[in-house]
């Protein structure tokens, strides 16, 4: 074969520059983009010194290559020694990538590379740290309860953090799983196998994906070197479809190995009745989510709700709210839009818009419905013309309110997003959080979050209308606690009870325990739907909402209401709490 068809083979097949000093080594000097030029003992034909490894035995072999144990003679240490299986272009531009990148995120979670090179038959090594433990999926293997694997969750957040670190050096791993995840004899946790890494900053010629792959069968092998890289069962559906994968495909497998921890098999839906804590729930609920733009963005978002809940701190990830609080009344939407359908959507938001004129001396053009439910009052918002987004944390609530809003017509964008951690698409005028969905933040910390969240999705002077209970209904003992409702449809009586539970009330918290049921009967007594359900809810003092929104640092009180309602200020005898924020 000449040179220039070898070239044209090896530039087809891998999408290098057919001039890196590779396989076979060339004389030309090397021609290679700068974030991933080779070092001079994997791209140089020369020896490196190999036998200053003594192996001893085999320790792993995979699809690509192959682990040896051995024994660093000029140091006095044992060691780990990588090799190829067998010698391909295409394969030693993936080992190299492999090395370099490994050799580059310098952190104590991911392995460290010691040494490289070639051997005297020109074939490419590298050495690591030996690993001394086992992967996390044979200790998740020898666990019999929730409990016993709920203790390597400190595992799990270390491995997290570790891919938190690869993320902030635009790399991600594409084929995180417990069998690549190594626990040390004394706890200390390892990253391993960094073969399908990809570098997003830059092309990267030692990546199969890299190159247009078009014309390339989607192969479902584990690990395979083609259009599909990963393991089915740990991949993002982006992956599984042969798309591109960035930091949010390294989220999904991590929530997934999360899920494994909860419900003991890989995928298992975990059902809130289950033991499992909601928080958990939650936070493998955001970062398993079907679409990209619903999970953490990053692994750093999902290490830090994890290292939270370990810190007996509360978490309201995308879904805990549904998983926590209400949550079976927000997997109900038909029934939670028919038991509120007694409010009027339309006076509501002229209240919002006057407010807003009130306090701007303008309208608004855009708008943000917070804890948007079936999203009704952003969809009036966008049936006057303006441009609209809605988020909500329960997934059920989400897919309903998008239905919704195709069915009307509307181009309103409507997320599944966390309430204390969410990105908008571009900046709004006016947000609103209505029917006291904001009892459902329990700690200040929460609260904060939630806030300076809502801030970065609003332009400076934007305003954020919240309807509050009002405080009084805290302390005031022995008023009625006990709401009752109906509601009549074509199809029968909804009867809704909402109950504050006065014995639960926790004057330090301002938590208290609410119980409701709604019972869906045909008009002769026949029983359609029937949901109990029970959640915490926190109450404000108007002090206390004014420290937290000062403390927020994004937000200053300009207004407080005391219905929604313009003509009505904010007094002992109102009905509501309605503050409304203006964005610094």
């Not at 804590?277 to 999902?302: C, H, M, Q, V």
């Not at 309110?401 to 309103?412: A, Q, S, T």
């Not at 405080?471 to 009586?493: A, C, M, Y």
Request: proline share 5%.
């Amino acid at each position: 074969m000449s040179e220039q068809e070898r070239d044209e083979i090896v530039s087809k097949t891998t999408n290098l520059d057919p001039t890196i000093q590779l396989y076979p080594p060339k004389s030309q000097p090397e021609k290679v983009n700068a974030a991933t030029k080779l070092p001079k003992s994997l791209a140089s034909p020369s020896t490196r010194n190999r036998e200053r490894y003594d192996v001893t035995r085999e320790h792993a072999r995979g699809g690509m290559g192959r682990i040896l144990d051995a024994y660093d003679v000029e140091l006095g240490r044992r060691v780990a020694l990588k090799e190829l299986l067998r010698r391909t272009p295409e394969l030693e531009a993936r080992f190299a990538r492999e090395a370099l990148i490994t050799a580059r995120l310098q952190h104590p979670g991911i392995v460290p590379i010691h040494d490289a090179g070639r051997d005297e038959t020109g074939a490419p090594f590298y050495v690591m740290k030996l690993l001394n433990g086992e992967s996390l999926k044979i200790k998740l293997s020898r666990c019999s309860s929730l409990v016993e694997r709920l203790e390597l969750l400190p595992n799990l957040l270390a491995a997290a953090e570790a891919v938190a670190f690869a993320h902030a050096n635009r790399v991600i791993h594409r084929d995180l799983k417990p069998s690549n995840i190594m626990v040390g004899e004394y706890g200390e946790t390892v990253v391993i196998d960094w073969g399908l890494a990809k570098e997003l900053s830059s092309p990267d010629p030692g990546d199969p994906t890299s190159a247009d792959r078009s014309d390339s069968p989607c192969d479902t092998n584990v690990t395979a070197a083609g259009a599909l890289l990963g393991t089915i069962d740990y991949m993002a559906p982006e992956q599984a479809h042969c798309e591109a994968a960035d930091e949010r495909s390294d989220v999904y497998a991590l929530g997934t190995i999360l899920n494994e921890m909860l419900s003991g098999k890989c995928r298992d839906e975990i059902s809130p009745d289950d033991h499992a804590p909601r928080d958990l729930i939650g936070i493998a609920s955001k970062a398993t989510a079907p679409r990209p733009e619903d999970r953490y963005p990053t692994a750093n978002e999902f290490a830090s709700h994890l290292n939270r809940f370990l810190k007996n701190r509360i978490v309201y990830s995308a879904l805990t709210n549904a998983a926590r609080n209400h949550h079976r009344v927000y997997g109900k939407p038909t029934l939670y839009e028919l038991a509120f359908s007694y409010r009027d959507i339309s006076a509501e938001c002229r209240f919002l818009k006057d407010a807003y004129h009130q306090i701007t001396g303008s309208s608004p053009t855009s708008f943000l419905d917070v804890a948007a439910g079936p999203a009704c009052h952003s969809r009036w918002f966008a049936a006057q013309g303006a441009k609209c987004s809605a988020i909500d944390s329960a997934e059920e609530m989400v897919r309903y309110g998008r239905e919704r809003i195709h069915e009307l017509g509307f181009d309103l964008d409507y997320c599944c997003a966390d309430m204390v951690d969410f990105r908008t698409k571009g900046k709004h005028d006016l947000a609103a959080c209505m029917l006291n969905s904001l009892t459902y933040l329990h700690t200040n910390e929460s609260v904060i979050a939630h806030l300076q969240a809502v801030a970065r999705a609003l332009r400076p002077g934007g305003l954020y209308v919240i309807e509050l209970g009002h405080p009084v209904e805290l302390f005031r003992r022995g008023s009625p606690t006990l709401h009752t409702w109906k509601i009549q449809d074509n199809r029968g009586v909804l009867s809704v009870a909402w109950e504050y539970v006065e014995a639960t009330f926790d004057p330090t918290t301002q938590c208290q325990q609410v119980d409701v049921l709604m019972r869906y009967c045909t008009d002769s007594g026949e029983v359609i739907e029937q949901l109990r359900d029970s959640s915490l809810e926190r109450g404000f003092t108007f002090n206390e909402l004014d420290a937290i929104v000062r403390a927020s640092g994004v937000f200053r009180l300009v207004r407080v209401f005391g219905a929604l309602s313009i003509n009505q200020e904010f007094s002992c005898d109102s009905w509501r709490m309605v503050p409304v924020l203006e964005a610094v």
